[in-house]
């Protein structure tokens, strides 16, 4: 059989760095195997839905090039890939269990159930719940006649669909990454699967659409394995096979305690969503993407989050990834969010793009081929962050203001001021003002001089930049002009003495 995975996000915001996790882990595993991995929106719960959300997921997945084979744009065997386009089918197979008798109406308000939740709670009932002992003391097809229950459907009176948990049934699956999972039906409560506005619950939705939709693996965040054995039942009551569940370990805090929330993003300065998203109220959530994340970084970040290669390899593609991923190697433990691990990535994915590309993408900044290109060169091996190849290096743009006093202090001394308009004079004749030739100029005329040039370098690069260290001296002042780089010097002489 071949692998069908789904990645399901509900539209109710912007999707969580711990989301697209999720969806590359499910990505990695289709393509692996050859399989399909399929989008499906869900999105029944209309009092959470979310304006943009859908587009929002969709472009982040794009963004991140995670195609999906089947899906809300793309369509597929199986459309409607949004499930509140799926309502009747919903319908349909919830009266499937109803006429199974797995299955029953209820017909209680919420005062009702207020009530019996009080009065639970004042027999100090641990768990008090809708299950196969209350259900007796409510209004529903177990304590109403037949006549009784059709006379109020015909009525039109608001009802709700829950499911028959049996009284005593062991649940046992085993989980691919968590192994057994064993729980007792008397656990759990008689869920509604369809509520009274005739929309499905999350969970009747979820295991019919994964069911018809041929899903063989669930693979998903650890938050959902509290409804796996619910889900498990379900599967049961149809009668139908379950597919192979693997539940993700957490993306933990920075520090390792507790789940990585958005308020970790605002404390730790970083971003927790792939892309930027404005709310309703014009809240801005920071993304990776507009943090100036490469794609390729972002990528092999959460790769490592909950997964092991079991080698040193830390360095993959999205190709080696594909044929390196496996479930079998899904750690158990919580995986730490480790920002400065995916600015380690960032900067290494930096390095490895072709000059030409990264030039391109400098000269949106700066709107200057030459410019550019010679601040790639420059830069490249220097950055985390592809602004950063500008912004490191504002006395490119402008002659600094100051001068870094301790530097001046240790490195301005009578040498370097004897130096300087020595350098100037060496400076002045070359007509084609290249590294080379600056080079040769400096380091043939000093000596004559008795100066060595590497006892004056810093001071030099101090008169330029206005600094003690940064990028190679010789290609700055190749960018900056024989008249700037001359200019400069000598307003340093004036000010530094
Ligand atoms: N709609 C659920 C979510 O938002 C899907 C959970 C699942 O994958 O079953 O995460």
Not at 36 to 51: A, G, H, K, N, W
Not at 285 to 309: H, I, M, Q
Request: no cysteine.
């Amino acid at each position: 059989m071949s692998v069908r995975v789904r990645f399901a996000p509900s539209p109710t915001g912007p999707l969580h760095i711990g989301g697209v996790r999720t969806a590359l882990y499910n990505y990695l595993f289709a393509k692996k195997h050859g399989g399909e991995f399929i989008l499906r929106i869900e999105d029944t719960d209309q009092s959470r839905y979310v304006e943009g959300a859908e587009e929002y997921i969709i472009n982040s997945l794009q963004w991140l090039g995670m195609s999906f084979d089947e899906g809300p744009s793309v369509g597929g065997e199986h459309i409607p890939y949004r499930q509140s386009e799926r309502k009747e089918i919903y319908q349909k197979y919830a009266q499937q269990l109803i006429d199974s008798g797995k299955a029953y109406y209820a017909f209680d308000t919420a005062d009702e159930l207020a009530a019996m939740r009080a009065e639970l709670e004042a027999a100090k009932v641990d768990n008090p719940s809708y299950n196969s002992v209350t259900r007796m003391k409510m209004k529903n097809s177990f304590t109403l006649s037949k006549e009784e229950v059709a006379a109020k459907i015909e009525a039109g009176e608001p009802h709700v669909i829950r499911l028959t948990v049996p009284i005593k049934e062991e649940i046992r699956f085993k989980d691919t990454i968590r192994d057994w999972v064993v729980v007792h039906s008397s656990t759990i409560d008689d869920k509604v699967l369809l509520k009274a506005d005739g929309m499905p619950t999350y969970h009747l939705a979820n295991i019919v659409d994964d069911h018809l939709m041929g899903i063989t693996h669930v693979i998903r965040g650890e938050e959902w394995l509290p409804s796996a054995p619910l889900h498990i039942l379900l599967y049961r009551a149809f009668g139908w096979q379950h597919p192979e569940f693997a539940h993700l370990p957490l993306l933990l805090k920075p520090e390792g305690n507790g789940k990585l929330s958005k308020r970790d993003g605002l404390l730790g300065d970083f971003p927790v969503f792939p892309m930027e998203w404005k709310d309703a109220e014009g809240e801005v959530s920071r993304g990776f993407k507009e943090d100036g994340y490469l794609p390729e970084a972002v990528l092999n970040f959460l790769s490592l989050l909950g997964w092991n290669p079991g080698t040193e390899q830390e360095i993959f593609s999205m190709e080696e990834l594909q044929n390196a991923f496996s479930l079998a190697k899904i750690n158990k433990s919580g995986a730490r969010f480790d920002i400065q691990k995916a600015q380690w990535f960032n900067q290494h994915y930096i390095k490895a793009m072709d000059d030409a590309d990264l030039a391109e993408e400098v000269n949106t900044l700066v709107d200057n081929k030459e410019l550019a290109a010679n601040l790639v060169t420059l830069m490249k091996d220097r950055v985390t962050f592809i602004k950063e190849i500008v912004s490191e290096v504002p006395y490119l743009f402008d002659a600094p203001q100051k001068y870094d006093e301790a530097i001046a202090a240790k490195k301005w001394n009578d040498l370097a001021k004897q130096a300087m308009p020595i350098i100037i004079e060496l400076l002045n004749p070359i007509e084609d003002f290249t590294t080379e030739n600056i080079h040769s100029a400096i380091w043939e005329g000093l000596p004559e001089k008795e100066i060595k040039p590497g006892k004056v370098m810093q001071a030099l690069r101090l008169a330029v930049t206005g600094v003690g260290n940064g990028p190679d001296l010789m290609l700055m002042l190749q960018m900056l002009g024989k008249n700037e780089v001359i200019a400069r010097i000598e307003k340093a002489m004036g000010s530094l003495g």
